[in-house]
């Protein structure tokens, strides 16, 4: 049997275990250790000479620190009340336009995620925060829950992000250039979102009126409370890309410098700090088990060498490099369906990787070439938060409006989605979209 065959039957019996509701780290590590074991031969004796090591080898690496101190960074800006001060900031300066309090519940999901590197806990904690507002100034439910769904997913586009972090450990690529690389590609999607808001309230005025105009020492109070968040944000992707601290210094620079201002804004207490500690060893504890799940298919699938076969085979055909990244563009709009962010690129990226890394696309080096379908893959990825069925922004968003129902939410998000697609669209007629400040900054 080829590897092309012996591994497509491994991906249907996954896609079995997911549609009975498997964990994806449990379903992953299942059928990746029964794979093992049939490519070699039966024998259970090789599978547990390479047990016994697999945890050790993959979470004793010094680099995947870097994941629980970014996810404490983000259950600080939660429990310490940051998000608020964001919030309060853009409203300052934007509230007084036709939905401008839908857009500055965009931008603050945008300066969020710049502490907090969750897409789903920007869009809980944003949404506990910004709908209140937006329902006191008479916002209709779809445009409400639509953008604070659709700004959820900046938590994963604006740098630092778990995400790209995964995608950087896989394929062995610069951390702080992926950052680096996101963060133009992060504003134009939250421009986007904004000119959406914008359009849809030029269409229908009623649907985002204005808010009153604050004053001048109101906004100056505003910038005073939100300048230190800002700071940490510069401080740690100055810091990884300034060569002054690695990835793991400076998100343990950024989480204690989050805990600091949380408890000294006073929004943070004992009850606090423990939430905030339960939540990350929550969090990278299914990080971790799901990384060890994709260790142990990714095996398998070596194994099977149907990464190299498909390589292989997709240079024999001469397809188009486009086409084929098209492609591999809509499997993971279909597959967002069906499976969380991190479990996709977990998935795929070990597959995907080679094929895109031996096609050319506009003469790219391989380090161009990889940043760039990192930053695809991750905005693709994104899509899969707010697309349906299952939308998971979608849901946690339609939670805490419970008056709104799930299908207006559906509705509201489609304007995002539109520009969403345009955005890809650029980036894939225009790399140097994400290249730039790469190039620029000592790339």
């Known amino acids: 049997m080829s590897g092309i065959a012996t591994g497509g039957i491994i991906f249907a019996c996954l896609m079995v275990l997911l549609m009975a509701r498997v964990p994806i ?49 983000g259950q600080f800006a939660t429990h310490g009340g940051l998000s608020a001060a964001l919030f309060r900031f853009v409203e300052a300066f934007m509230g007084h336009m036709k939905g401008g309090v839908a857009m500055a519940s965009v931008g603050a999901c945008a300066g969020f995620g710049a502490i907090c590197g969750s897409s789903l806990a920007t869009a809980a904690t944003m949404g506990q925060v910004a709908l209140p ?101 510069v401080v740690v992707i100055v810091g990884i890309y300034g060569g002054w601290a690695n990835p793991t210094e400076a998100a343990a620079i950024g989480a204690a410098a989050c805990g600091v201002l949380a408890v000294v804004s006073g929004g943070m207490r004992t009850r606090g700090l423990i939430d905030s500690a339960l939540g990350t060893a929550q969090a990278t504890a299914m990080i971790f088990l799901v990384l060890l799940g994709a260790d142990m298919l990714n095996t398998a699938l070596a194994l099977s060498q149907m990464p190299v076969e498909l390589a292989a085979w997709v240079q ?34 070990p ?53 709104v129902p799930l299908v207006e939410t559906f509705k509201g998000v489609m304007p995002f989605l539109a520009s969403d697609f345009i955005r890809i669209g650029f980036l894939l007629a225009f790399p140097s979209i994400s290249l730039v400040l790469v190039h620029t900054f000592g790339g």
Request: hydrophobic share 55%.
């Open 25 to 73: 780290g449990i379903a992953m590590f299942t059928m990746g250790a029964a794979g093992y074991v049939y490519l070699t031969g039966g024998e259970v004796i090789p599978i547990l000479n390479y047990l016994k090591n697999l945890a050790y080898a993959r979470l004793s690496n010094y680099d995947i620190v870097v994941i629980p101190l970014f996810l404490l960074m």
């Open 133 to 233: 507002e937006l329902k006191r100034f008479g916002y209709s439910g779809s445009l409400a829950t639509g953008a604070l769904a659709a700004g959820g997913t900046l938590g994963i586009m604006i740098p630092p992000s778990v995400p790209l972090v995964i995608y950087a450990i896989l394929t062995q690529e610069s951390i702080g250039k992926l950052f680096m690389a996101a963060v133009l590609p992060g504003i134009i999607a939250m421009l986007g979102y904004m000119l959406v808001i914008k359009i849809i309230v030029t269409l229908n005025p009623d649907a985002g009126p204005a808010g009153p105009r604050s004053s001048w020492a109101k906004r100056l109070k505003a910038l005073a409370q939100v300048a230190p968040v800002l700071l940490v944000f």
């Open 316 to 349: 024999a055909k001469q397809f188009s490099p486009m086409l084929v990244m098209i492609a591999i563009l809509l499997i993971y709009i279909f597959l967002g369906c069906v499976m969380d962010s991190l479990a996709m690129i977990l998935l795929t990226i």
């Open 351 to 403: 597959i995907f990787y080679p094929v895109v890394m031996g096609l050319d696309f506009y003469g790219m080096g391989d380090t161009d070439k990889s940043v760039w379908f990192g930053i695809l893959a991750l905005m693709v990825v994104e899509i899969g938060l707010v697309h349906p069925p299952v939308g998971m922004n979608v849901f946690i968003i339609n939670r805490l409006a419970r008056d």
